[in-house]
């Protein structure tokens, strides 16, 4: 599956399923997080798009630009199209004394991407990301909520093999 950056229209079957998630989780601003959590995660590209941010700001009462700081402020939220894997390696003080700056360049390697970057297919994207609390394995890389720590070159080869080899679940 490659992703487009055009902006498409959502279907009914995605206008549904948003307002279902804003339902299910609540209509206030105190559930704005985890909605826009949920949202993000359950849509195919992996971001929270003007379509969408309207819906969630028509249905929580919240103005726009309100929900645009919420978007831009918390990192682990996108008003970018995402890769399907978004591969983080955290370059906290114990990860770095660690070696995550080897890290970066195993993953590098691996991916043939530079951090910052997304691989052509859209399969793959690579940043930083803060302390995740597991100094004892660091460095580590995080993909989506798993932590992989205690890492070398064929351990990094073997998670981005297994990886690319599941790209259509």
């Known amino acids: 599956m490659s992703y487009k950056l055009v902006s498409k229209p959502l279907s009914e079957e995605q206008t549904k399923m948003v307002n279902d998630i804003i339902e299910k989780n609540g209509s206030t601003k105190k559930d704005i997080l985890n909605t826009l959590i949920e ?3 359950s849509l195919e590209e992996k971001y929270i798009g003007e379509e969408v941010a309207k819906i969630v ?95 070398n070159e064929r351990l990094v080869a073997s998670i981005i093999g297994e990886l690319r080899d599941n790209k259509d679940l």
């Open 57 to 151: 700001s028509d249905k929580i009462g919240i103005p726009l630009v309100d929900l645009y700081d919420i978007l831009t402020f918390y990192d682990m939220l996108s008003t970018k199209p995402r890769a399907k894997y978004k591969i983080e390696v955290c370059t906290c003080a114990s990860c770095y004394l660690n070696g995550s700056d080897s890290l970066v360049d195993i993953v590098e390697r691996n991916l043939g991407i530079k951090l910052g970057e997304h691989t052509d297919d859209w399969l793959f994207e690579f940043e930083k990301c803060s302390c995740v609390g597991a100094c004892e394995i660091g460095p580590i890389i995080k993909v989506g909520n798993e932590i992989y720590g205690n890492l």
């Open 39 to 41: 949202l993000q995660d």
